[in-house]
């Protein structure tokens, strides 16, 4: 065990709540904790309750007003389609958040639910992003999932809008994605408002009239969207587990605890720095 290490160990286990309240100092907020955690009547913790921040900005707006909005900050390298593209921190904030006015036009509110279906394409970032400036609980369900699974997830989370794009690209396969969403829409019992489809050039889904929106179509009349202030513990996003054991669990993380706990993770576990280039390969839906 390295001695900075150790030492940081040995504080964390001296008192933890006091560790922790000193990494969130590494990250900006609108208004900073004065509590690490506190325990709520069915004995939950919840991080950071009393401070308010916002994802999206922490993830963008702040690089760009500190002056690195010329850095990459998306590289997008998919094989099977042979395409490469980078965003800079500003262009990305700035289709975040007209993609945040985009959902916000059609109701999207603090605390609604999102579902975003979506193969690993940049708007599936873009969607997540967008959901958390506007203080919206998104829900990642892994692209290509059956229509039941999906439909699931949706009477589950209850979603004011699932975001998704025509068809995914597995290897040498297309998966059409919008005839998956039909049938899981029509399996729920509840039923969403919206769809918002990101015409792929493999496949051209076929749009239901009033329910189904052109993502780029709305992009070109969107209005941007400022970051909405969340507290501490509003919930970021929920992931649901496989239900191979029954049915699906939503595992909810709310946005302190999951900022704070990043930002101190990548520089601890990954050693990542300033300028240092981060891969994910695994689907966004696990």
Known sequence: MSGKYKQQYNGFKQNPAQFWLE???NIPWYNPPTKAYTQDDDGLYHWFSDGQLNTSFLALDQHVIAGFG??????????????KQTYSYSQLQQ?????????????????????????MIPQAVIGMLACARLGAIHSVVFGGFAAHELAVR??????????????????????????LIDNAIDLATHKVEHCVIYQRPQVTAT?????????????????????????GDDPLYILYTSGTTGTPKGVVRENGGHAVAMQYSMATVYGMKP???????SDIGW
Request: glycine share 4%; net charge negative; proline share 7%.
């Open 207 to 231: 749009l239901k009239p009033k329910r189904d929106i052109d993502w780029t179509q709305a992009m070109q009349t969107a209005a941007s969207a400022d970051p909405v202030p969340v507290n």
């Open 70 to 83: 010329e850095q990459t900050a998306l590289i997008y390298d998919s094989p099977v389609t042979n395409t």
């Open 154 to 179: 949706i009477d589950d989370a209850k979603p004011k809008l699932i975001l998704s794009a025509s068809c995914g690209v597995e290897v040498n396969s297309v998966i059409e994605y919008k005839p």
């Open 275 to 281: 300028g240092d280039v981060f891969w994910a390969a």
């Open 95 to 119: 289709e975040v958040a007209r993609f945040a006015g985009v959902i916000q036009s059609l109701g999207v509110t603090k605390g609604d639910r999102v579902v975003i279906y979506m193969p």
């Open 23 to 25: 990494q969130s100092k």
